[in-house]
């Protein structure tokens, strides 16, 4: 399958899931705005490149105007190149995933967020037949009910990634994109910002998708997903689903054993649960084409509407510990005054630090890394 709505490199890692001491997310903006290496650099290439695209730019329909207003402020973000080329595929188990999207906090906050928009969701769910608890899902991962939303001006990301050529042909559409959203007059330039990749909005559409896809559900002439008010974006995350597959009235599975309906059984990690999943998980998929994202997203949907915690059990990880195992550990670090970042039972970078940290103080090999035998020694 070809590049979906946003799976175009950003990786599990980087689902806007920021584990307690999980993974390492894009630094959020500092009191004077972006992180430094988010800000225009000077780069003649890039500015030589900048300059070609706009003497060809007549040809993909764009005028001077749009242009111009565009490029007004922006440029290379170094930033950008540094975080696409770090992504490196990181292999998380599926219950250090669903650890991470279906948090107590991302639960608790999407049943407050749920309830606050209930009304606008059943609208949708009326309009487009796309179960709301996925729709409040979906917003839930990909930005963290609108709380991480990127502030990245989508012009400098993917001009920068055009320009880099990695995946130049790609990004060049995603600016091109990017432009006639400006041209057409449905976002203003300085509010057209997203994630250091070009996703933007409540429920992070890359250009081309928004184009595709986005709708105008409040009637007030704009398709306006960067708005404090989400309903456009959640109403463009339902189009998208109901023009990709979504089934009205059908579930997207749950796991074997607890209620789930018939489908296709799979059991994305060695010895843990099973889940029989629907048209509707490849319809999820589509939005992001991983099992594992569309299990969060229809896990995290489920106990927003109330279900509890899966039954299933996950096997020990490499290192012989269980997700208890790892939440002691981390609270007995934290305890002794070392920084895991939080008790979610996923070793992530901060943990890993601390784990570190404690090896070196104690004359231990200093390897980062979790074991039966250091959790016996804290």
Not at 33 to 42: H, M, S, T
Not at 190 to 214: C, D, E, K, N
């Amino acid at each position: 399958m070809g590049i979906t709505r946003r799976h175009f490199g950003l990786g599990v890692a980087a689902l806007g899931l920021a584990a307690c001491g999980g993974g390492a997310p894009v630094p959020s903006p500092e009191p004077g705005g972006l992180p430094p290496d988010l800000r225009p650099a000077p780069n003649p290439g890039y500015a030589a490149w900048v300059a070609d695209f706009r003497s060809r730019a007549g040809g993909y329909g764009l005028s001077d105007g749009a242009l111009a207003l565009g490029f007004r402020g922006t440029g290379f973000l170094p930033g950008v190149i540094t975080r696409d080329r770090n992504q490196t595929e990181v292999k998380r188990s599926l219950e250090d995933y669903l650890s991470i999207a279906a948090s107590d906090e991302r639960i608790s906050k999407g049943r407050a967020a749920y309830a606050r928009h209930r009304a606008t969701l059943a609208a949708l769910e009326q309009r487009y037949g796309v179960d709301a608890r996925i729709i409040a899902a979906i917003w839930g991962l990909e930005s963290f009910y609108g709380e991480r939303r990127g502030e990245v001006p989508v012009v400098s990301a993917t001009s920068t990634l055009a320009y880099d050529g990695r995946r130049g042909a790609f990004f060049e559409k995603q600016l091109v994109a990017a432009l006639k959203i400006l041209q057409n007059g449905d976002v203003s330039a300085s509010r057209l910002v997203g994630s250091w990749a070009g996703a933007m909005g409540h429920t992070q559409f890359i250009p081309t998708s928004y184009q595709a896809f986005a709708v105008d559900f409040t009637g007030d002439g704009r398709r306006d997903i960067w708005s404090e008010d989400p309903t456009d974006a959640l109403a463009s995350t339902a189009a998208y689903l109901a023009r990709n597959g979504w089934s009205r009235g059908l579930r997207w599975g749950g796991e074997v054993g607890n209620g789930a309906p018939q489908g296709s059984v799979i059991q994305p990690q060695a010895g843990g649960p099973q889940f029989a999943v629907t048209g509707n998980f490849r319809a999820i998929k589509r939005y992001n084409n991983s099992d594992a994202y569309a299990i969060g997203v229809g896990h995290l949907a489920d106990r927003i509407g109330g279900a509890g915690p899966l039954r299933g059990t996950f096997p020990p990880d490499e290192y012989g510990l269980t997700k208890d195992d790892r939440i002691a550990l981390q609270k007995r670090l934290t305890a002794r005054g070392y920084d895991t970042g939080g008790a979610d039972g996923v070793i992530g970078t901060k943990t890993r630090e601390a784990i570190s940290a404690y090896q070196a103080r104690f004359g231990l090999e200093v390897t980062g890394d979790p074991s039966p035998a250091l959790l016996r020694r804290l």
